[in-house]
């Protein structure tokens, strides 16, 4: 049985990583195809199933969650397939199917902007391999050479002899072919599929309603529940008077799901949720009663000046240089705890019998999915299965952490045989998040009389995603994670700026409120810091700041060329109109260039973004019509936490429980956002999550040029300006 | 119990009647194109009409719904996805995760009824609902869109 390959454990950190975007390394048995093939009939090869009508279903591992990737992915599929475009539809294979079949869809983990970048070479190399015995199998049946046959738009020609045949009507056929060893991939200038701005595959059916997404589930005879955990971090139900709401209508059983949560299962949901308001629930709130914003920055304050530090980028002497400087200027930075607020709460459904488990769920990583119901279920992950469904939005919150399939898993067990929905209210969803961390960040630069910066030191003080899940980030105190976009080189994220003296680094302070992957993750915080404080220098020094960037920038061409893409269209060198205020910033992160320009007026007290013109460089974009939508959609995840976005902690939990106290970017803030989209070929950049980074600090550095004032605390709401 | 008009079908339903009518619809009526966001009328989700008019319904308890009044969904909008402002989402790909789209399509067709050429600031207005994916440009230029296709309709 492959299962005996990884051991659980490994197989459980392994996805646990990857979905908060770690690279995991594996490799797609492309060879081992044949053994392992599935005895469905139209199934060319694990990708491609073809039906006689012609019907082209790829199959694609990673989620949909908005972000593209099912049409992107199958839009590299069909292009190596050589498909008809207009027949293909996608299908989620299975995680336990995976797993039988060594897991020959590779990663399931959908996060860091890694759903294409990632699978890119697998799923063409998939479309290819079908299409080469595809060919192999009209040869045959032609009994001609395969080499004389060429395949297009589902249809294989013998030019000498003028037959053809389409697709459908060798698919059997090809399934017998011996999948092929090597297969050469088009050059990305020849694609005639990918790189185009295809409409998307999922659109129509979320325009009637009949997408099923996870909360829409419904199965026979399926129950319904409702659950709260501890409000405050750390706590345990203490006790419940379950005979208080279990003969209100509908309910089936009162259930204490673990230490922590108390769930009611009913009919509907909304009589289990009716009853669990109803239910007297005594917590017992544990060691963090005392925990608020302010005790957890003030942990994060002493981390700035700590003599203990994790050193991320070190390059020269940043301290001598900074202590012999004339000129050191200083600013200090913080970035609140966000939470995800995906418009669909958490939810997922099991059923359970003494011999299988399974789960449906929406999850950005099925994978880990799976893990989570073989452990809650303790049937062996053999036995288990789970079902994707569309996700209501991602973020970052459904991949590494899965405590509702766990909670769902449990509930079901309690009812053998019947499938238990278990869907999160808002409340629930909002204090029990796995939020975007909480960081401080000191800077002190040294300017010499030229303008120049001699030396720069960074430090972070605060919170580490990696900690909960990681052990030798336990053991070193050492979060790569956390210099995200900050590195000396490399193709992940690079620090563009050269500075001749530069020390980066990180003292962790891990307050408890549990914290997750957040899309952008610590790319955000780090590029608002660093974009803002250069703007800062910039000021200091007396020069333009698109001129200083320039300077800084001139070792990496590419992240200039975003810089000076935006602000070339934005109209930099010319004046802007009256009233209007320019900013800028640049990152790169999850391998791609980005850069925003914002307009922004500010008139008795009220802030309006007008314009933002954002650039970016992911190396190939596989399709420019769903690359736009991620940077615009951008714009409002980054703006709605960098001018409203805050969970603020009282009593050890968070303050904010639905979207009257968490407020969030409207219509009537979104500002016009024209997108350029420049790839430069050679390599493979995320789009879902960079250019959030950008979003804050351009329009920071906007509010400053139109206000004179320097906004260093996060969000902008709580600065005296109106948003 | 309670009798509603939903899609133009009259259904007895039985139901405690301080039930929202948004769990009506997805756990009685099995209409789950609606849905639930929020449960406190901020974030637009659960959007239907109710005469005609854009009604969040996660707040509103079916007692406070008479039978003769008119419960569209987005199931009910159109038979086939033909409304003027499905086919304009359908033409300029608006959705991204989707979710929240059945309540924006509700909120901009009852836009389209009582303002059939909405400006910048009426959609501003009344376009109020959460989209965290962050839609709300295409959805604005759907709108427009769908304006402009349904009063050449008429005039044609």
């Known amino acids: ?723 | 119990m309670a009798r509603l008009t939903i899609n133009g079908e009259t259904r007895d339903i039985e139901v405690d009647p301080e039930t929202p009518l948004l769990w009506v619809l997805r756990e009685q009526a099995g209409l789950t194109g609606t849905k639930f966001g929020c449960g406190i009328a901020q974030c637009g989700a659960c959007t239907v009409h109710i005469d005609g008019v854009a009604t969040r319904s996660c707040a509103m308890p079916v007692s406070a719904i008479a039978q003769d009044q008119q419960i569209v969904t987005i199931e009910g909008l159109s038979e086939d996805g033909s409304h003027p402002v499905q086919q304009a989402w359908l033409a300029l790909d608006v959705p991204q995760c989707g979710y929240c789209q059945a309540g924006m399509i509700m909120a901009a067709a009852a836009l389209l009824n009582s303002t059939p050429k909405p400006n910048d600031d009426d959609i501003s207005a009344e376009i109020t609902n959460i989209c965290r994916c962050g839609t709300y440009n295409r959805v604005r230029a759907a709108i427009k869109l769908a304006a402009e296709t349904a009063s050449a309709s008429q005039k044609g």
Not at chain 1, 94 to 104: A, F, M
């Open chain 1, 1 to 723: 049985m492959t299962v005996a390959i990884f051991s659980r454990r490994k197989f459980l950190i392994g996805t646990a990583a990857a979905a908060g975007g770690l690279s995991l390394g594996f490799h797609v048995p492309f060879a081992a195809q044949a053994q392992e093939r599935s005895a469905i009939q139209p199934e060319v090869n694990a990708w491609v199933l073809i039906r006689p009508d012609d019907t082209v279903v790829i199959r694609i591992a990673r989620s949909e969650m908005g972000q593209g990737t099912l049409t992107g992915l199958a839009q590299l599929a069909a292009e190596e397939l050589d498909c008809d475009w207009s027949k293909v539809t996608t299908e989620y294979p299975t995680p336990g199917d995976s797993l039988r079949r060594n897991r020959i869809w590779g990663s399931f983990a959908t996060g860091g902007s890694r759903g294409i970048r990632e699978s890119h070479e697998y799923v063409r190399q998939g479309g290819a391999a079908a299409r080469e015995m595809l060919v192999a199998a009209a040869a045959t049946l032609w009994k001609v050479p395969a080499n004389e046959c060429s395949a297009a738009n589902s249809v294989i020609t013998h030019a000498s002899s003028g037959r053809t045949v389409t697709y459908g009507a060798v698919a059997s056929l090809a399934a017998q072919m011996p999948p092929p060893t090597n297969v050469r991939l088009k050059n990305p200038k020849d694609w005639k599929i990918a790189g185009k701005p295809l409409p998307r595959l999922d659109t129509p059916d979320k325009l009637t309603g009949k997408q099923v997404y996870g909360v829409d589930l419904k199965l026979p005879g399926m129950l319904n529940a409702a659950i709260k955990a501890c409000p405050v971090f750390g706590g345990k139900v203490a006790s419940f008077d379950a005979a208080a709401a279990s003969g209100m209508p509908g309910v089936r059983k009162i259930v204490q799901v673990d230490e922590t949560a108390v769930a009611v299962v009913a009919d509907t949901w909304w009589q289990a949720h009716s009853a669990l308001n109803a239910l007297p629930i005594v917590w017992d709130e544990g060691p963090n009663t005392n925990v608020t914003s302010e005790t957890i920055a003030s942990m994060l304050r002493e981390g700035l000046d700590a003599e203990d530090a994790v050193v991320g980028t070190a390059i020269g002497d940043a301290r001598a240089a900074l202590a012999d400087s004339a000129k050191v200027v200083t600013a200090t930075y913080s970035f609140p705890y966000q939470a995800h607020a995906t418009m669909e709460p958490m939810n997922a459904t099991a059923r359970y019998t003494t011999d299988k488990c399974e789960v449906w769920v929406p999850t950005q990583n099925g994978e880990a999915s799976l893990v989570a119901a073989a452990e809650a279920s303790g049937l062996p992950i053999e036995q288990c299965e789970v079902n994707k469904l569309h996700l209501g939005g991602g973020f970052g919150r459904r991949g590494a952490y899965q405590e509702y399939v766990r909670q769902a898993v449990r509930l079901a067990k309690e009812f053998p045989g019947t499938p238990v929905k278990l869907i999160w209210s808002r409340e629930e969803d909002m204090l029990h998040g796995a939020y975007h961390p909480v960081t401080q960040c000191r800077f002190s630069a040294a300017l010499d009389a030229s303008g120049t910066v001699a030396a720069l030191h960074m430090r972070i003080s605060g919170q580490s995603i990696l900690w909960p899940l990681r052990a030798e980030v336990r053991e070193t105190g050492r979060d790569p994670a956390v210099f995200q976009g900050l590195r000396d080189g490399g193709t992940e994220d690079a620090f563009g700026y050269t500075i001749p003296n530069l020390l980066i680094d990180h003292a962790m302070r891990n307050p408890p409120v549990p914290p997750g992957f957040w899309r952008g993750v610590n790319l955000n915080q780090n590029a608002l810091y660093v974009e803002c404080f250069i703007d800062e220098l910039a000021h200091e020094a007396g020069t333009d700041p698109l001129d200083f960037r320039r300077k800084l920038l001139v070792n990496h061409p590419k992240h200039l060329a975003v810089l000076e893409a935006v602000a070339e269209r934005v109209g930099w060198e010319k004046p802007p109109g009256n009233g209007i205020h320019r900013g800028l910033a640049q990152i790169m992160g999850f391998g791609s260039y980005v850069a925003a320009a914002a307009e922004v007026s500010v008139t008795d007290g009220q802030l309006k973004i007008h314009r933002i013109v954002a650039a970016t460089d992911p190396g190939h974009i596989v399709n420019p019509a769903q690359a736009e939508r991620q940077v615009e959609g951008s714009f409002v995840y980054g703006l709605s936490a960098c001018l409203f976005g805050e969970c603020t902690i009282s009593g050890g939990r968070v303050e904010q429980e639905n979207f009257d106290t968490y407020e969030v970017m409207r219509m009537d803030q979104m500002p016009a956002v024209e997108t350029i989209l420049m790839p430069s070929g050679d390599f493979w950049g995320g789009v879902g999550e960079p250019t959030i980074a950008v979003a804050g600090p351009a329009v920071l550095n906007a509010v400053f040029a139109a206000t004179g004032k320097r906004i260093r605390q996060l969000p902008l709401k709580n600065n005296n300006l109106g948003v």
